[in-house]
């Protein structure tokens, strides 16, 4: 299904100029969510990054706002053979604007940490889903933009895995004993970690699926936002 998608949009400068932008707003996402995890999880200074955070951001947004509105334009006056890939193109931009949101959310749990996120085991553990989550940015770019049916399976798959990952640090947190704003912050970084790598194997679930079961995998649906 994904590759008679993208056979629609080959040669239509306005959807391939989409998913190009879809593109930029991966790579806002991931340029922003570097940047939380370096004050969040090395203690980097937060107010000189704040301004470009926050304005990438908004650019992540006003491009979503932009895609959608040209797809409904679109559809409303060539609906025809290209519908299936708007509806395609319209989920998976929400997708990458929820990415560069639970980012921007990460850079705000350093102000609950005052100061990021220190040393011990949680720590660690979330310095390792953080680089293994920095490496999933750029497979989910090339398996969406390739087609890679291969390379959108395993991304689908390792999702849930960190999913699954993640579930059971939640557990464990609930029952350790930590400061009060230490376990806050660490539950707010596990819980959105979750959520970015749940957006990123969404989008990778386009590649996959059926359009009427895109977001929805090993039979449960990503709805928590």
């Known amino acids: ?6 056979d629609a ?29 370096g004050v969040l999880l090395e203690g980097k200074a937060g107010e000189e990054l704040r301004d470009d955070l926050y304005a990438r951001d908004r ?11 040209q797809l409904v334009e679109h559809l409303s006056v060539n609906p025809g053979p290209h519908a299936p890939a708007c509806l395609v193109l ?3 931009v929400k997708d990458a604007d929820r990415v560069a949101d639970y980012a ?8 609950v940490a005052q100061g990021g996120l220190g040393q011990g085991p949680y720590a ?17 770019r090339r398996a969406f933009a390739e087609e890679n049916l291969d390379l959108g399976q395993e991304l689908v798959e390792h999702e849930l895995e960190i999913e699954k990952q993640l579930d059971a640090l939640i557990q464990q947190l609930a029952g350790d004993s930590l400061p009060c704003r230490q376990a806050v912050a660490y539950t707010l970084t596990a819980r959105h970690l979750k959520r970015v790598s749940a957006h990123l194997g969404n989008i990778a679930s386009a590649v996959v699926m059926p359009i009427d079961k895109i977001d929805y995998y090993d039979e449960k649906l990503h709805r928590e936002d």
């Open 90 to 92: 319209m989920s998976v």
């Open 124 to 140: 660690t553990l979330f310095r390792g889903l953080a680089d293994d989550l920095l490496e999933t940015f750029a497979k989910t």
């Open 9 to 37: 949009w080959r040669g239509k400068d306005m959807l391939s100029q989409m998913v190009d932008e879809l593109g930029q707003m991966l790579d806002d996402g991931e340029t922003m969510f570097r940047a939380a995890c």
């Open 1 to 6: 299904m994904f590759r008679e998608l993208l």
């Open 104 to 111: 921007k959310n990460l850079f705000e749990v350093g102000g």
């Open 59 to 69: 650019r992540v947004n006003e491009t979503e706002w932009r895609i959608r509105k």
